[in-house]
């Protein structure tokens, strides 16, 4: 029998009690969000008529490092949290390598992701505020599950946008989604004037995430009590997804161990940002120096081809403006079977830390990442999500990198999510009919056209 | 914060290392199966054509009270247990009530349910024995892929007979199943005798379980090396299933706590048997004497409505007789949405537990398991398998009956597994096209009739 365990709980009162602001520790900041008519950084007072104060207040909070996690929203992470830390020694086993590998899985919970622990402090936030409701969008239907069911736990109503294409392939999702009772409608859709003026100049579209961020968000305004929430890019949701480092780090100081690389998927950065932020803290103090990497999909790929620049967060132009790597707000991905990465940007804060160096980013093929989730799911039983195979992908290439060269080093992922909802992706891959579609350089140049011109700073 | 904690997780190495064989505390054993050509038990010369060795080995013996679970068995354990033992604190609230529930919760693996456990010890014996390949069938397909991951991993090639209806209803089963290399043919086929019969007198026929199981152990006894496996009703799979029972036994007595009423949901019994053995022992022993309910649906009542009489475990008519609760093996249940406990019979050593007193019985209607199954996944944040929301409904009933009667109850139950890939049932639940179809004294009569006369014993 091993000494280390095959996977790693934490008993619950060692759940932390607290996020991390991995904001508080950068010397220099993200650069603030800015309101696109006028140029100047939001105010809170422009943040809160679309989200929740106390979100609002948290997305402008530069400074304060510790934010107390509140006791419902602590009540509602036991019934899924501590998430396992797992040492993956079949795989390694299978590898041949002496690194020695470790992955956080978010998996085990219904939503079948990372995404319910934003969810769960938005969804409180918001009936804490005595809100009437809440409204947002989905593409690939993790973050609209999760939502819903934290809303559903909190008794708070909730309409969600779901991509029309996305609703009519994955009516399981949708049903999913219904089960916690929330509305779901196909975007776009006739309840909205965005939807309506898309219709009527499209009305054989299937939608666009663009176009349910701008039904959602007007759907907010219009409703009274109602506001709009996001699952990614924004810092409030890093914010919250530190939980996952956070818990990852202790279970790691449990056995002994410290990550010498720290890998995870990135589409808007949600699971990224959170599952780095208690190692960046160390290696923005100096305390210790982990390499970190991001794992992009080549057909999305916003860190290694895109450009750091304002840009709006969505395709209608609506949300206030993000210094970001963006490949441009109008730049359509291939149609990838990671939908959850199919994002133009990339959230502010790891755009930031990127940017000056201290984190690295890898791009990788479609069928790749679906070699390494088979393989994966093979030797370690589970089944993941697309998303999350690109971190295994990056795992597994720096685990056989490690086998050539005889390091042992230890090696940290996330993974993010399973892949129950993603047969139709693992089916094009077991078929053969699983392409690479890679943008061409002409076509990124396309999207960079697109970007806002703001006098004085770009 | 409570001072029991909402999930208790034991340590790796509180995992039980042996099984436990509930017959062997059993005064009166199950009745023998019997050959259906001599009436006389089976000899292991009889059965190890078709199984594995040292799982005939185990199928017959009812004297060794412990079995060493082998060391290859406990490592592919620990890549998914132990499996949580979770408190309902949110569903006690919900209730009101003062009982306190419990919940093994078996569905946080990618087969999604606990059949891994058995699937798990059939590969490797399988393996060990140097046999070149396994055959089963599967209908709602849990079984199915939780075989098919144990047999990727040990290195076992496998083919699935997967009823047609289920085949084409649940293509994304299919495609798990896939994924871990077995071959899946829909049933009937044209790769058996037994399926080129049904197939050229009935070609639209959407196939059964019986004739699934026909096909699969022909194709086992006509492949030189290959044998036949079976994910339930069997001695030796409510033997492998016992570490359901005895981790949950563990668990409550870290917290001081043990059940006064153990609650499983009841198809084959593969999960029962499992979950209540270490609890059945206290009672056969006179340690203890908890309360021990199978729920089992009204559309197929083996144990509220069948008979104790010997029959045959397939439709088909080919396998050894069982002395158990049955509907008669032409019995048809109706097209309920939990396929995993639409069998006709129940495993012999449940029937004799039942017939001798041990335990009660309880038959519940569909769209009552299902209010149960959606109130559950809202206040619980588990959406549950329409097979594990029997149990649920049983421990529902029995906590509204505490709040009645002011008991403050320990309630167990059994949570077999996830529903993600039974969102067609949870959708026909939403739309309010579920409807409950119990089978009337005379269907039963019916059913009953084909049970096979035995000189001498029926």
Known sequence: MNTIPHRIYLREDQIPRQWYNLRADMKEKPDPLLNPGTGKPVTLEELTPVFCEELARQELDNETRWIDIPEPVLDFYRMFRPSPLIRAYALEKYLGTPARI????????TSGSHKLNSAAAQAYYAKAQGLKGLTTETGAGQWGTALAEACSFFGLPL?????????????????????????????????????????????????????????????????PGYRYVLGSVLNQVLLHQSIVGLESKIAMEEIGEYPDVVIGCAGGGS???????????????????????????????????????YDFCDTGKITPLARMYTLGSGFIPSASHAGGLRYHGMAPILSKLYHDGYMTAISVNQTSVFEAATLFAKQE??????????????????ALQCKETGEAKTILFGLTGTGYFDMTAYNAFLDGTMSNQIPTDEELAEGLKGLPQIPGIQ
Not at 103 to 108: L, R, T
């Open 159 to 223: 309409t969600v946008y779901m991509v029309k294409c996305s609703y009519e392939q994955k009516p399981f999702r949708k049903s999913v989604i219904q089960t916690f009772d929330a509305d779901i409608i196909p975007s776009p859709s006739d309840t909205t004037n965005a939807g309506r003026a898309i219709l009527a100049e499209h009305p054989d579209t299937t939608g666009s995430l663009g176009c349910a961020i701008s039904e959602a968000v007007e759907k907010a305004v219009s409703t």
């Open 381 to 398: 039983t589970i089944l993941p999500a697309p998303e999350s195979a690109h971190a295994i992908r990056g795992a597994i290439d720096m």
């Open 271 to 309: 699971n990224l940002g959170g599952l780095i932020a208690p190692f960046m803290q160390d290696k923005l103090t100096g305390k210790a120096n982990p390499e970190i990497i991001a794992v992009e999909p080549a057909s999305c790929p916003s860190f290694t081809r895109g450009k750091y620049a």
């Open 102 to 109: 470790y992955y956080k899985f978010e998996g085990n919970n």
